[in-house]
Protein backbone atom coordinates (compact mmCIF):
# COMPACT_ATOMS: atom_id res chain seq x y z
CA UNK A 1 0.00 0.00 0.00
CA UNK A 2 1.60 3.42 -0.86
CA UNK A 3 2.10 5.91 1.70
CA UNK A 4 3.17 9.82 2.22
CA UNK A 5 3.80 10.90 5.21
CA UNK A 6 4.48 14.33 6.11
CA UNK A 7 6.24 16.24 8.83
CA UNK A 8 7.59 19.22 9.82
CA UNK A 9 5.05 21.69 10.71
CA UNK A 10 3.94 23.18 13.93
CA UNK A 11 3.54 26.95 15.23
CA UNK A 12 5.87 29.86 14.20
CA UNK A 13 5.58 33.16 14.15
CA UNK A 14 5.16 35.61 11.05
CA UNK A 15 8.61 36.21 9.35
CA UNK A 16 9.58 32.62 10.66
CA UNK A 17 10.82 29.76 8.62
CA UNK A 18 9.38 26.16 8.54
CA UNK A 19 10.61 22.94 6.39
CA UNK A 20 8.23 20.27 5.48
CA UNK A 21 9.05 16.97 4.51
CA UNK A 22 7.37 14.09 2.55
CA UNK A 23 8.41 10.85 2.43
CA UNK A 24 6.77 8.62 0.00
CA UNK A 25 6.97 4.44 0.20
CA UNK A 26 6.04 1.54 -2.14
CA UNK A 27 5.94 3.71 -5.07
CA UNK A 28 8.31 4.40 -7.83
CA UNK A 29 9.17 7.87 -6.43
CA UNK A 30 10.89 9.09 -9.71
CA UNK A 31 8.32 8.86 -11.94
CA UNK A 32 5.67 10.78 -9.93
CA UNK A 33 5.40 14.57 -9.91
CA UNK A 34 5.04 15.56 -6.61
CA UNK A 35 3.48 18.45 -5.36
CA UNK A 36 2.31 19.99 -1.66
CA UNK A 37 -1.41 21.61 -1.02
CA UNK A 38 -2.77 23.14 1.41
CA UNK A 39 -6.71 23.95 3.03
CA UNK A 40 -7.50 26.30 5.41
CA UNK A 41 -10.60 26.04 7.43
CA UNK A 42 -13.61 26.39 5.42
CA UNK A 43 -11.42 27.34 2.19
CA UNK A 44 -11.05 24.71 -0.74
CA UNK A 45 -7.69 22.95 -0.97
CA UNK A 46 -5.30 24.65 -3.14
CA UNK A 47 -2.38 23.83 -5.10
CA UNK A 48 0.88 25.61 -3.51
CA UNK A 49 3.70 23.94 -5.62
CA UNK A 50 4.76 20.87 -7.62
CA UNK A 51 7.71 19.60 -8.64
CA UNK A 52 7.90 17.27 -12.06
CA UNK A 53 9.54 14.13 -12.49
CA UNK A 54 12.61 16.20 -13.88
CA UNK A 55 12.70 18.57 -11.16
CA UNK A 56 10.59 21.46 -12.96
CA UNK A 57 9.00 23.60 -10.05
CA UNK A 58 5.79 25.87 -10.28
CA UNK A 59 4.39 27.55 -7.61
CA UNK A 60 0.99 29.60 -6.77
CA UNK A 61 1.31 33.32 -6.89
CA UNK A 62 0.82 33.64 -3.34
CA UNK A 63 4.31 32.21 -2.30
CA UNK A 64 6.53 32.76 -5.16
CA UNK A 65 9.60 33.73 -3.92
CA UNK A 66 8.58 32.60 0.00
CA UNK A 67 8.72 28.99 -0.64
CA UNK A 68 10.91 26.49 -2.47
CA UNK A 69 9.74 22.79 -3.28
CA UNK A 70 12.37 20.13 -4.03
CA UNK A 71 12.90 16.50 -4.07
CA UNK A 72 15.65 13.64 -3.04
CA UNK A 73 14.92 10.51 -5.48
CA UNK A 74 17.06 8.65 -3.37
CA UNK A 75 15.37 8.90 -0.36
CA UNK A 76 11.39 9.17 -1.48
CA UNK A 77 11.49 12.57 -0.27
CA UNK A 78 9.96 16.00 -1.11
CA UNK A 79 10.66 18.84 0.72
CA UNK A 80 8.70 22.33 1.20
CA UNK A 81 11.04 25.30 2.48
CA UNK A 82 8.89 27.89 3.86
CA UNK A 83 10.37 31.28 4.35
CA UNK A 84 9.07 34.50 5.54
CA UNK A 85 5.51 32.75 6.53
CA UNK A 86 2.33 34.94 7.11
CA UNK A 87 -0.66 34.31 8.58
CA UNK A 88 -2.53 33.47 5.87
CA UNK A 89 -0.25 31.18 5.24
CA UNK A 90 -1.66 28.54 8.09
CA UNK A 91 -3.43 25.62 6.81
CA UNK A 92 -3.61 21.86 6.45
CA UNK A 93 -0.94 21.04 4.08
CA UNK A 94 -1.05 18.07 2.18
CA UNK A 95 1.69 16.05 -0.05
CA UNK A 96 0.31 14.46 -3.29
CA UNK A 97 2.34 12.16 -5.62
CA UNK A 98 0.90 11.62 -9.03
CA UNK A 99 0.98 10.78 -12.71
CA UNK A 100 -0.97 9.81 -15.61
CA UNK A 101 -2.90 6.64 -14.13
CA UNK A 102 -2.27 7.02 -10.05
CA UNK A 103 -3.28 10.25 -7.08
CA UNK A 104 -1.71 9.56 -3.80
CA UNK A 105 -2.45 11.55 -0.71
CA UNK A 106 -0.75 12.12 2.39
CA UNK A 107 -2.88 12.69 5.61
CA UNK A 108 -1.35 16.55 6.27
CA UNK A 109 0.20 18.63 8.56
CA UNK A 110 -1.01 21.49 10.42
CA UNK A 111 1.30 24.97 9.65
CA UNK A 112 -0.04 27.77 11.96
CA UNK A 113 1.74 30.93 11.28
CA UNK A 114 0.68 33.55 14.58
CA UNK A 115 2.23 35.65 16.77
Known amino acids: QVRLVESGGGLVQPGGSLRLSCSAS????????MAWYRQAPGKQRELVAV???????NYADSVKGRFTISRDNAKNTVYLQMDSLKPEDTAVYYC?????????WGQGTQVTVSS
Open 51 to 57: ISTDYNA
Open 26 to 33: RIFFSRYN
Open 96 to 104: NSANAMYNY
